[in-house]
């Protein structure tokens, strides 16, 4: 043992800390290890020091002592200064015959500390490195740093084999079966698209979304009135086409009343001729009726304005009602069998980051200042009890001085629907916006107020009118997301076996998803107990629902709605006033969850779950391309659609999903500890998808507000790939596809990495990067694929490349 052995300790502990810092995936050794291993080494130095110090002094003493009893033979002893001293040691050890030369250049080096002490003794001498010569202190940190530096080296060595063995349950994955090829019409669209859709020259290994993705990328061109292009804009273009197809057929005289108001509305709004005749005449006469805007209007009065009544006005023709203060019907979290109203904060058309860009005009400036004001930054939203603040309605009425909620809540739902009075139970998501909201209107001009709440009604009903007016909303959303052109005019305006097929794969995941939350150690029993309810209870709505399809359904709920087929401008105003007295007569009505009209959407591209419901959704509309193909292998469903199963299901047990208990209410059934490990585990994904950076736009991801969607894809995956081994084991293995050379989990990989194949615009992009919740699709692929070992295992991906880091996020 040796004080170069505890020097080269301490530039170990170093070498790991920085190694860890900057490499938190390649070093498997816990901080607190590394932090004991630190202090052990630095209590050596102390103990060392300490001894050194006495031992010097000692021996001082003892030189002193004996220089006054010397003879004057000895020539030596008025030798008073240090190179005499130096000399007196070196003659001492000559005339002993006890030094050679190498003992004296030390005690030329050391200063005479353990060279005098043998002179004197007429000993041998020893080295600093003695280990007869260490105090019992220091002897036994010694042995402690021995020990701790061989436990190091032996857990790198156990991580590694650990994480090279075979994994869990699951066996090897199996060869691809010689000459065993689909070679179906769908098998070979299916590996067509694969190819097409691979950069085969990338290391599957060092990045599998170029790997799986990169010819996509190459090859696909946005087009001009888009602002990207994925998987998900293709079905739905795809989509859309096959309705365009509908609603320009000529119908029949059986048709229901229903379906020729659809095709009225969407004549009237090709009907290019009608609308350049009537130009912007709709819109002007629209905004007088409303009160007047005050950029257009010369005669119009501040005294006669009042913000209620122009509300009021707006709720009356059809508008929206929540350019100042949001206000809406909604379900109460803790009681989701009832509704409740609602009061948050407004949105004021465009996000902030756009907001403090400024404008030129010197009238949409006093727009602008006064959104500046009102707009609150963006705090954390994703904790849902703190956006639960119940309160009466006339309690309200203190957060807004001078305003009478009741009679303000009256005048927007109106006398024919329904009215309230002052003890009506409310939620406030966000109180301090009320009472900001009452200080901005006190201060601002009247003449401010009006003009944003005008130009609100103006700059959305663009779309409805002539083609001027349509090139100015372009020429903004042109510059907002670089898209040079707008989308053809009609744009803007499945089956029993697929069922059985989904239904299927959801049981095998949620079978999967049971048994990892029987498994996993950091769970408390009760807690676990309450998440394997709540994985039972959530219940599916597949494809659409069978009510849909019963045409006195739709004529019963569309009762009341008037289409006139020539001014599509009219059109809309009444399909919007239809909409908000549909939904504001729901105030008294018990929530019926299983209400087919909840899930009566079938033509939209996603999926959904629902904490409220607590309920998985997936459209018809997504049933289809990439997702989901009945007559493709089942590897191939599994990791796509499979995949976006798994990621609904775990959303209920995400950071957000979690604050809901089985009936979906907002209820806190997570016992502490178990929480408290939740949320270190969700911080390690937190981390790693916050150090990811765009390089297209060089913006790094926000992990917070990405952290829900992160766990489900991650956890989704896992539960995905579970589900098709347990597949495959019951079915045998399925053939491979032509033209790839890979086997059955391999296909499965590539499948789900398909998903997310996808081109953006670069201001979109990085708008979604900087607002949204999901991240790019590239990081969706390299961050789940790299923190599950299975990945890695099916494609031999050695430990420490990017796709197979040594320490891995997990939550599920």
Request: with cysteine; net charge positive.
């Amino acid at each position: 043992m040796s004080e170069g052995f505890v020097r080269d300790s301490l530039f170990l502990v170093g070498q790991l800390n920085a190694f860890n810092r900057k490499y938190l995936y390649k070093i498997s050794i816990p901080k607190k290890f590394v932090l004991l291993l630190t202090k052990v080494s630095v209590l050596f130095y102390i103990e060392r020091k300490r001894r050194v110090k006495k031992t010097c002094c000692k021996r001082e003493r003892e030189r002193e002592k004996k220089n006054k009893t010397r003879q004057p033979s000895d020539s030596f002893e008025t030798t008073t200064d240090f190179k005499g001293t130096k000399s007196l040691v070196k003659s001492s050890f000559e005339m002993s015959g006890s030094s050679n030369g190498a003992n004296a250049g030390i005690s030329e080096s050391k200063a005479d500390l353990v060279s005098v002490e043998a002179a004197d003794t007429n000993k041998p001498s020893f080295s600093i490195n003695s280990w007869s010569r260490r105090t019992s202190l220091e002897r036994l940190l010694l042995c402690i740093c021995g020990i701790l530096v061989l436990l190091i080296v032996v857990m790198i060595i156990l991580s590694i084999v650990r994480n090279e063995r075979p994994l869990g349950p699951y066996p090897q994955p199996p060869a691809p079966i010689p000459h065993s090829k689909c070679t179906t019409p769908d098998c070979i669209a299916s590996a067509h698209s694969l190819l097409q859709n691979m950069n085969p020259e990338v290391d599957p290994c060092d990045d599998f979304y170029q790997f799986a993705c990169g010819g996509f990328e190459a090859r696909s061109r946005i087009a001009d009135d888009k602002t990207y292009k994925s998987q998900f804009s293709i079905i739905g273009d795809e989509l859309d086409e096959q309705i365009r197809d509908i609603l320009e057929s000529n119908g029949t005289e059986n048709d229901s009343l229903v379906f020729n108001q659809v095709r009225s509305i969407y004549q009237a709004c090709m009907n290019e001729d009608s609308l350049e005749g009537l130009g912007l005449e709709p819109m002007l006469k629209e905004l007088k009726s409303l009160g007047g805007w005050p950029v257009l209007d010369s005669n119009w009065k501040e005294e006669d304005f009042d913000w209620k009544e122009t509300i009021y006005k707006f709720r009356a023709s059809g508008h929206g009602t929540g350019f100042l203060l949001s206000y809406f019907i909604t379900t109460d979290m803790k009681n989701s069998t009832y509704r409740v109203m609602g009061f948050d904060q407004a949105s004021l058309g465009l996000s902030r980051e756009y907001l403090v860009q400024g404008f030129e005009s010197e009238n949409v400036n006093y727009y602008y200042s006064y959104m500046q004001k009102v707009a609150v930054l963006l705090e954390e939203r994703r904790n849902a009890s703190k956006l639960y603040n119940p309160m009466k309605l006339i309690d309200v009425d203190d957060l807004m001085p001078g305003v009478n909620f009741t009679d303000y809540v009256n005048g927007i739902l109106t006398k024919d629907i329904i009215q309230v009075d002052g003890n009506e139970r409310v939620i406030v998501g966000t109180p301090i916006f009320i009472k900001r909201l009452s200080t901005i209107l006190n201060e601002e001009p009247k003449r401010n107020v009006a003009n944003y709440l005008l130009w609100r009604i103006a700059s959305q009903g663009l779309f409805v009118l002539n083609k001027a007016a349509r090139e100015i909303s372009l020429e903004y959303r042109k510059n907002v997301t670089g898209t040079p052109a707008d989308a053809p005019r009609w744009k803007k305006s499945v089956w029993e076996d697929a069922k059985h097929n989904m239904m299927e794969m959801v049981k095998y995941i949620k079978k999967e998803f049971k048994k990892i939350l029987q498994e996993i150690t950091w769970m408390d029993e009760q807690t676990r107990t309450r998440a394997i309810n709540k994985l039972a209870a959530i219940k599916e709505y597949i494809a659409y629902p069978e009510e849909i399809m019963k045409v006195e359904n739709l004529e019963e709920l569309y009762k009341g709605l008037k289409i006139n087929n020539n001014t599509y401008f009219e059109n809309e105003k009444s399909l919007s006033l239809w909409s908000y007295s549909y939904l504001w007569k729901k105030l008294r009505e018990k929530i019926d969850k299983t209400d087919w009209k909840r899930h009566a959407e079938p033509a939209v591209v996603n999926a959904f779950y629902s904490s409220i419901e607590n309920s998985i959704q997936f459209p018809a509309g997504i049933l289809q391309g990439v997702f989901f193909n009945k007559n493709r292998p089942h590897y191939m469903n599994y990791g796509s659609i499979g995949w976006v199963i798994g990621h609904e299901i775990t959303h209920g047990f995400d950071d957000r999903g979690r604050q809901s208990d089985s009936n979906g209410n907002l209820n806190d059934w997570w016992e502490m500890e178990t929480k408290k490990k939740f949320l270190e585990k969700a911080q390690c994904i937190i981390w790693q998808y916050g150090n990811y950076t765009s390089k297209a736009v060089n913006v790094s991801l926000n992990g917070v507000n990405t952290q829900g969607e992160n766990i489900a894809d991650n956890g989704g995956l896992k539960e995905a790939y579970r589900a098709y081994v347990s597949w495959e084991s019951v079915h045998g293995q399925e053939n491979s596809l032509p033209g790839l050379n890979f086997n059955s989990r391999q296909l499965f990989w590539l499948s789900a990495a398909n998903n997310w194949c996808s081109k953006f615009r670069p201001k979109v992009l990085k708008n979604r990067i900087l607002t949204g919740y999901h991240s790019p699709g590239a990081f969706r692929v390299r961050g789940t694929f790299s923190n599950l070992k299975e990945f890695s295992q099916d494609f031999k991906c050695p430990l420490g490349t990017n796709m197979n880091p040594i320490n891995k996020c997990e939550v599920w």
